[in-house]
């Protein structure tokens, strides 16, 4: 017995262990875990009777435990809604122990809701930029414990990358500090401040204007009898506040609001003396010289040689074969009929045009200028029938931004970054490949090269007869600001690109550097202050127009204004040169038409609506001006010959002989003829 016996201290081990599994369970600490929620959304909309309608429903959601943002009142915590993976939103909870009612967050949702409607009413009015108030909710959470017997609540929206801006508050702040890249997209919270106190009567105005870029949230509505849209409704003192503040803008103008506290001072008006353009020696404002050629202008910028390569083409020759040989020839360009030499090479549209030395040539030598005083073209054989202009054919294609081409060979760019191309003959569209990464807004030709520039800071130069979906850009380069590029112009090897920060840069094509740029150096010397939409150079000047109401003279020699041209009360939109004659169009609804070397202008033209595209011809000029393009008769003194109603917003313009491509607002390309002239 006593051998089976266990030893004492077996038995006590045996009894440790007994206890030991006598023990709970372990836990594990979850408090870390981002654990799933049930929550109530309520989704509001508003009917066009303004009836308000909320629509719960319940989803499953997963709340960061850590806001990203706090701010007095509230902290924003990121969460994901289980029913929309992939998309991120922003739950903002009161900060305790600030307590609030229910009807807080519905009421706030409802203001952001109601906001939406003016934003689409404002969108209506077709803005440079157009705007958007968050979607606003509601969120219950059913699975935390009740505060006070309510269920623990929060406002919610969807979550936006970027950079956060407070444009103006319910306190009369308006934001002016932008610095740099202050130009009409930042006119555009303001506007529609001032948009809305006009369009209700002046019964209310929306404020507190924040976001990122034109993605609003969280404003905050005043009205006349201080009622509703919550405690931040300071009524006539909080509408006075904002109009003492307010200073109308270019954006203002545009949307035709009344001018509240418009600044009258006019820059750069009477301020500088008349002045001619200089010619050379034999030069006359007439047209009688040929004026002074590229290689008498180009030693006099710096950063350019003094005598440009000999090449046809205006890019690098290109490298001899391992053989020692040179590789074969490329197919010559497309060059135009002899009928249409008037029309070919130019850009059309928004942005500006150039001259007339644009055009494409089969010459292999570099192309020369045209004087700033050129003789006038040969007047084409037959007289062009100004009044019998129809719609000849609608072109199925790509909603255009700009237009050029020459011969058979149609270019357009889209608000997509695309580029477009159309057969003239056919009349249909041959093709079309991606460019750019934003708005395509500038086009130009020289000789067998296209240009093109864009929102997103680039210019690209291609091979107009390799133009394909597999054909590279042969030339690529970013403004060097990094600025948007709002129009492209060419004069033989330079191209003038005008950009957002008020800007024209000047760009050798051989070696697709910007060698020059034309802007104010210091506070007192004279440049634009707006962003830059239309550049034409002529002779030895440019021309630009700009947001800031301004047509300026700039001296390429010394790349300072010379002078500027008075009279537009609106953004000078488009600009168009041929011979000794420079057009100008703007949103103050006038055509300008100017003798350039002697800056006089000899005729105004009232247009239909705000100019958006100018394009001159011996024959005649074309105007694009809301949903119509008007024809003047250069030989009547401008006189209106024709009016043709496209029944949509026209946004360029292409003249090929007698045929008048159109770029609309939709995906067609409008192509009107003219009969000769009996």
């Given at each position: ?506 760009w050798d094509v051989r070696s697709f550097k910007c060698v020059q740029t034309l802007a104010a150096q210091t506070v007192s010397t004279l440049g634009h202050t707006k962003a830059v939409k239309a550049v034409c150079a002529m002779g030895k000047y440019c021309f630009s127009g700009s947001n800031d109401k301004q047509l300026l003279v700039w001296d390429l020699t010394s790349g300072q204004v010379v002078t500027n041209l008075q ?112």
């Open positions: 017995m006593a051998q089976n016996a266990a030893p004492a201290q077996d038995k006590k081990t045996v009894q440790e262990m007994f206890e030991a599994f006598s023990k709970p369970c372990p836990t594990f600490d979850t408090s870390f875990v981002n654990a799933p929620e049930k929550a109530i959304k309520w989704t509001l909309t508003i009917d066009n009777n303004l009836q308000q309608h909320w629509s719960p429903s319940i989803i499953l959601v997963q709340v960061e435990p850590k806001p990203f943002a706090k701010g007095n009142i509230r902290a924003a915590h990121k969460y994901t809604d289980l029913t929309h993976p992939g998309q991120i939103f922003v739950a903002k909870f009161i900060l305790g122990p600030k307590k609030v009612p229910r009807d807080y967050f519905f009421n706030d949702v409802l203001m952001q809701t109601f906001c939406s409607k003016w934003a689409d009413m404002y969108n209506r009015r077709n803005p440079p930029k157009k705007i958007a108030f968050l979607p606003a909710y509601v969120m219950e959470f059913l699975d935390r414990p009740a505060e006070d017997g309510n269920l623990v609540i929060c406002g919610a929206e969807p979550f936006i990358e970027g950079d956060y801006q407070k444009h103006n508050s319910n306190y009369g702040f308006v934001n002016t500090s932008y610095g740099h890249d202050s130009n009409e997209s930042r006119n555009t919270p303001q506007a529609f401040s001032h948009f809305t106190y006009q369009h209700s009567g002046k019964e209310l105005i929306v404020v507190d204007i924040q976001g990122v870029s034109d993605f609003y949230t969280d404003p905050q509505i005043h009205t006349k009898s201080g009622k509703g849209f919550g405690e931040g409704n300071l009524g006539p003192d909080g509408i006075h506040r904002f109009l003492t503040k307010h200073q109308c803008n270019p954006l203002c103008t545009f949307l035709k609001l009344e001018k509240i506290n418009a600044s009258r001072r006019q820059l750069l008006r009477g301020t500088l003396p008349a002045v001619t353009l200089e010619l050379d020696s034999g030069a006359s404002s007439d047209g009688s010289s040929s004026g002074l050629s590229d290689d008498e202008i180009r030693p006099q910028i710096p950063g350019l040689p003094s005598a440009r390569p000999q090449l046809g083409s205006g890019v690098p020759p290109p490298k001899p074969t391992a053989a020692g040989k040179e590789p074969p020839k490329r197919p010559p360009p497309r060059v135009p009929e002899a009928s249409d030499s008037d029309t070919s090479g130019y850009e059309s549209g928004g942005s500006a045009t150039s001259s007339e030395s644009d055009s494409m040539t089969s010459s292999t030598s570099a192309p020369v200028p045209a004087s700033p005083a050129a003789a006038p073209e040969a007047a084409p054989e037959a007289k062009w029938d100004l009044k019998s202009y129809k719609n000849a054919e609608n072109i199925r294609g790509k909603e255009a931004e700009c237009l050029t081409g020459s011969g058979t060979l149609l270019i357009s760019g889209t608000p997509e970054g695309n580029i477009v191309l159309y057969d003239t003959v056919e009349k249909k569209m041959k093709g079309t490949f991606s460019a750019h990464r934003k708005t395509i807004k500038g086009l130009a030709l020289q000789e067998n090269m296209l240009f093109t520039a864009s929102l997103d800071c680039m210019i690209k130069q291609y091979d107009v007869n390799t133009l394909s979906s597999s054909a590279p850009a042969t030339h690529e380069a970013k403004d060097p600001t990094k600025s948007e590029i709002n129009t492209l112009s060419v004069r033989d090897n330079l191209l003038f690109a005008g950009c957002s920060d008020k800007t024209i840069k000047v009279g537009h009360e609106g953004w000078v939109k488009t600009l168009h040169g041929s011979g000794s004659t420079l057009v100008s169009g703007s949103h103050d609804e006038t055509i300008r038409v100017w003798n350039w070397p002697t800056l006089s202008c000899v005729a105004e033209l009232k247009a239909k609506d705000r100019v958006e595209a100018v394009y001159l011809t011996p024959q005649a000029l074309f105007s694009a001006a809301g949903d119509y393009v008007e024809v003047w008769d250069p030989e009547k003194k401008f006189e209106k010959a024709n009016m043709l109603n496209l029944r949509m917003s026209v946004t360029c313009l292409f003249p090929h002989g007698r045929d008048l491509y159109c770029g609309v607002t939709s995906d067609q390309i409008r192509l009107w003829s003219c009969d000769l002239a009996a």
